[in-house]
T-cell receptor, first 114, second 113 residues
Framework: KQEVTQIPAALSVPEGENLVLNCSFTDSAIYNLQWFRQDPGKGLTSLLL?????REQTSGRLNASLDKSSGRSTLYIAASQPGDSATYLC?????????????FGGGTRVLVKP | DGGITQSPKYLFRKEGQNVTLSCEQNLNHDAMYWYRQDPGQGLRLIYYSQIVNDFQKGDIAEGYSVSREKKESFPLTVTSAQKNPTAFYLCASSRQGANDGYTFGSGTRLTVV
C-alpha cells in the first residue's frame, strides 16, 4: 500500500526565509505527484504537477523536485511572505491504482511571521 | 472560467437524516471524486467515478452513496448509516488518466446537530 509522508508537520519561519517542504512516498510506480495549498476552511489549490518522467517544475517563487528512485519530492518556496502561510499537501497518483486515485500526505502547516 | 462548484458551503444534519452534497464541474473532466477531511488526518477517498453511470467505492464508502447521471455532476449523499459524518467534504475531478492532475472544489463543511 502506498504511503505518503510529509515532514515536518508544522513549520514557522520569519518573512524572507526560504521554505523547504518534504514529501516521501513508498511506491515509486507513480504517474505524477502534485503539490497543493490549502487555506483554513478552504478547498485545495493546485500549485505544481510533476509527471513521473520529470525531475522538477517551477512556477514563480515555487520549485518542486522529484526523485522517484528515492521516493522523494521537495517543494521550495523562495523569499517567503506572510501570504504563504497555509497548509501544503503533496499527493501521488499510482500507476496501478484503480481510477487514478490520489494518495495524500498529512500536510505541512506553514506560518510565515512578518 | 472552468472549475468545480460545491454547494452548500455549510450544511447541518440532524440525527437520522440524509443529506446531499452537490458537486458540479464544467471542465469536461471524465473522472470525479469525493474526499473526506478530518482534523489531524489526511484526505480519505469516499467514492469515485470514471464515466457516467459508473462509480466505485473508495476507502471509506460505508454510510455514503453517490450517483453519476451526468458527466458534470457527482452528488454525494450522507445517509443516517454514517455514524460520524461531521467533516469537511471535498470534490475533485480529473481527465481520464489524470495526466493534467486534479482540480478541487472549495468544499462543504457538514456538522451534525
Amino acid at each position: 500500500k502506498q504511503e505518503v509522508t510529509q515532514i515536518p508537520a508544522a513549520l514557522s519561519v520569519p518573512e524572507g526565509e526560504n521554505l523547504v517542504l518534504n514529501c516521501s512516498f513508498t511506491d515509486s510506480a507513480i504517474y505524477n505527484l502534485q503539490w497543493f495549498r490549502q487555506d483554513p476552511g478552504k478547498g485545495l489549490t493546485s500549485l505544481l504537477l510533476i509527471q513521473s518522467s520529470q525531475r522538477e517544475q517551477t512556477s514563480g517563487r515555487l520549485n518542486a523536485s522529484l526523485d522517484k528512485s528515492s521516493g522523494r519530492s521537495t517543494l521550495y518556496i523562495a523569499a517567503s511572505q506572510p501570504g504563504d502561510s497555509a497548509t501544503y499537501l503533496c499527493a501521488v497518483t499510482l500507476i496501478k491504482a484503480a481510477g487514478n486515485k490520489l494518495t495524500f500526505g498529512g500536510g505541512t502547516r506553514v506560518l510565515v511571521k512578518p | 472560467d472552468g472549475g468545480i462548484t460545491q454547494s452548500p458551503k455549510y450544511l447541518f444534519r440532524k440525527e437520522g437524516q440524509n443529506v446531499t452534497l452537490s458537486c458540479e464541474q464544467n471542465l469536461n473532466h471524465d473522472a470525479m471524486y469525493w474526499y473526506r477531511q478530518d482534523p489531524g488526518q489526511g484526505l480519505r477517498l469516499i467514492y469515485y467515478s470514471q464515466i457516467v453511470n459508473d462509480f466505485q467505492k473508495g476507502d471509506i464508502a460505508e454510510g455514503y452513496s453517490v450517483s453519476r447521471e451526468k458527466k458534470e455532476s457527482f452528488p454525494l449523499t450522507v445517509t443516517s448509516a454514517q455514524k460520524n459524518p461531521t467533516a469537511f467534504y471535498l470534490c475533485a475531478s480529473s481527465r481520464q488518466g489524470a495526466n493534467d492532475g486534479y482540480t478541487f472544489g472549495s468544499g462543504t463543511r457538514l456538522t451534525v446537530v
